[in-house]
C-alpha cells in the first residue's frame, strides 16, 4: 500500500517555528515532484510549497516566502517543510503531496496526499 505519512504539527505561539515532516511508504518517490499543501477551516485547499524530484528551484507561495522552506531527502523518502515566524493565518491542516512534475503540483493533479498534520499558531 502507498502511503505518505506527515508528522510534525502542533500547537505553538506567535514567532514560533515547526518541521514538518512526510516520509513515503510502499514505493520510491524519488522520481515525483513533492509538495505541501494547507486547508483552514471554511476556506479551499491551497499549496504551501513544492520541491522537484532533483531538489532543484522549490516553489514557495507568496503568502510563505522568505519563511518557510522545503527540503527533500530522496534516500530517506522523504520531505519536509521548515516553517519559521510562524503567524495565526498559518493554521491549517498541512498536507503531503506527490505528483510527476512540480508544475502538476502547483496544478494540484496529484498522485498522492498524506492524511495531513494540524498546525495551529496561537498565543
Known amino acids: 500500500q502507498v502511503q505518505l505519512a506527515e508528522s510534525g504539527g502542533g500547537l505553538v505561539q506567535p514567532g514560533a517555528s515547526l518541521r514538518l515532516s512526510c516520509v513515503g511508504s510502499?514505493?520510491?518517490?524519488?522520481?515525483?515532484?513533492m509538495g505541501w499543501f494547507r486547508q483552514a477551516p471554511g476556506r479551499d485547499r491551497e499549496i504551501v510549497a513544492a520541491?522537484?524530484?532533483?531538489?532543484?528551484?522549490?516553489y514557495l507561495s507568496p503568502s510563505v516566502n522568505g519563511r518557510f522552506t522545503i527540503t527533500r531527502d530522496n534516500a530517506a523518502n522523504a520531505v519536509y517543510l521548515q516553517m519559521d515566524d510562524l503567524r495565526p493565518e498559518d493554521t491549517a491542516v498541512y498536507f503531503c503531496?506527490?505528483?510527476?512534475?512540480?508544475?502538476?503540483?502547483?496544478?494540484?493533479?496529484?498522485?498522492?496526499w498524506g492524511q495531513g498534520t494540524q498546525v495551529t499558531v496561537s498565543r
Open positions: 503531496a506527490s505528483a510527476s512534475t512540480i508544475a502538476n503540483i502547483r496544478d494540484a493533479e496529484i498522485e498522492y
Open positions: 510502499g514505493r520510491s518517490f524519488e522520481m515525483d515532484a
Open positions: 520541491i522537484p524530484w532533483h531538489s532543484g528551484v522549490p
